[in-house]
């Protein structure tokens, strides 16, 4: 079991930055590779950013490529999400998952993910 809980969404400004975190219980952290998901109203939740076990691999969405950075802190059981130039289009419920079939790859699906947190919500005004 895997126990996830994000933090960090808030009220931001176009061009802003904001930095999501997602703190990890339960199972070993290092053993699964991590995720963000977003979910925009009336919109299907979406692939943002992924990050291998070991933190070696990362794959980020087109619409984020360039503004967002995941990263994962294995020692302290947590991954960020580094929210740079933010839009108005990045508004949306941002989630957490885990993924622990996968060895060496990022996955993208959602139904990959076993786990998931709760959200955070990130607000951009223009």
């Known amino acids: 079991q895997v126990q996830l809980v994000e933090s960090g969404g808030g009220l931001v400004q176009a061009g802003d930055s904001l930095r999501l975190s997602c703190a990890a219980s339960?199972?070993?952290?290092?053993?699964?590779?991590m995720a963000w998901f977003r979910q925009a109203p009336g919109k299907e939740r979406e692939f943002v950013a992924g990050?291998?076990?070991?933190?070696?691999?990362?794959l980020y969405s087109d619409s984020v490529k360039g503004r967002f950075t995941i990263s994962r802190d294995n020692a302290n059981n947590r991954v960020y999400l580094q929210m740079d130039s933010l839009k108005p289009e990045d508004m949306a419920d941002y989630y957490c998952?885990?993924?622990?079939?996968?060895?060496?790859?990022?996955?993208?699906?959602?139904?990959?993910?076993?786990?998931w947190g709760q959200g955070t919500q990130v607000t951009v005004s223009s």
């Open positions: 998952a885990a993924d622990l079939s996968t060895v060496y790859t990022v996955r993208t699906g959602l139904d990959e993910y076993e786990y």
């Open positions: 990050i291998s076990r070991g933190g070696t691999r990362t």
């Open positions: 339960g199972r070993s952290f290092s053993a699964y590779a």
